[in-house]
């Protein structure tokens, strides 16, 4: 197996410079998996190059397999009133969605959209629900996604409802760069890199671009956030307020 950072518990090289096998022993939910189960699931899987805007699963639609982000974001969606739709969560390497295909007659209950060029790993649904059959922790460890992920659905919509857009717009960024971020050199905050544009922001927050972009010039003004282009560097104060 390949080389592990022991802080982040984060492979060392990229993902998508993996053996297939490797890739599933560093990925939840099947990090828990015997080898030879991870070779043979690995065996089964494709990998998929999409562009930006490509369309990976509709909302509504039967799922065609479990999805392993390997390079790139995914944006997940759902429709909102007035024709605008909702990014509910910024998946990065290493996060997965389309996990409903190992439960039967289950559609998808979002869009997942390439935000980015990206690559992915798929895995045919008669293959995950074959292992799952061999392999019961990861059962577990699958309920256990999807509960995070419900958990973090929920906290979406109590977000949009209770709090103003700079408070919406901190959890998000604290919740984004605890999944895709690092810690930066000498403590000096958390880097999240590429960081979502503000029109993404402005769909996950659930307001406009030009809001959040006044917004993220007031919190630059207080130190909370700074960088440029399509990094930026969070102080700690976001990320441990929100924890």
């Known amino acids: 197996m390949q080389p592990m950072d022991t802080e982040t518990r984060r ?4 993902l998508e410079r993996m053996e297939t096998a490797d890739v599933l022993a560093c990925v939840e939910p099947f990090i828990a998996a015997r080898p030879g189960e991870l070779e043979l699931l690995g065996r089964t899987a494709q990998r998929l190059r999409k562009t930006a805007g490509s369309v990976l ?54 869009t997942a959209v390439a935000a980015v060029q990206s690559e ?18 990861t059962v577990l460890r699958l309920m256990r996604l999807q509960g995070d992920k419900l958990r973090e659905v929920e ?9 103003d857009v700079e408070e919406r717009l901190r959890r ?43 917004t993220l010039s007031a919190m630059a003004r207080s130190g909370l956030v700074s960088g440029s282009g399509r990094r930026m560097i969070l102080d700690d104060r976001i990320v441990n307020e929100a924890a």
Do not use: K
């Open 11 to 14: 492979p060392s090289i990229p």
């Open 57 to 110: 699963v509709s909302e509504g639609q039967a799922p065609d397999g479990l999805y392993i982000v390997l390079r790139g974001r995914v944006n997940l969606l759902r429709a909102a009133d007035g024709g605008r739709d909702l990014i509910l969560a910024a998946l990065g390497p290493g996060e997965v969605f389309g996990e409903a295909c190992a439960f039967g007659n289950v559609m998808n209950s979002t």
């Open 120 to 137: 992915l790993l798929r895995i045919p649904p008669e293959a995950l629900v074959d292992h799952l059959r061999r392999e019961p922790e």
């Open 155 to 163: 906290a979406v919509a109590s977000g949009l409802a209770l709090c």
């Open 172 to 214: 998000t960024l604290a919740r984004l760069v605890r999944r895709q971020g690092r810690r930066g050199p000498a403590s000096t905050g958390w880097i999240l890199a590429p960081v979502p544009t503000q029109s993404e922001l402005a769909r996950m927050v659930g307001s406009c671009r030009e809001t959040v972009s006044r």
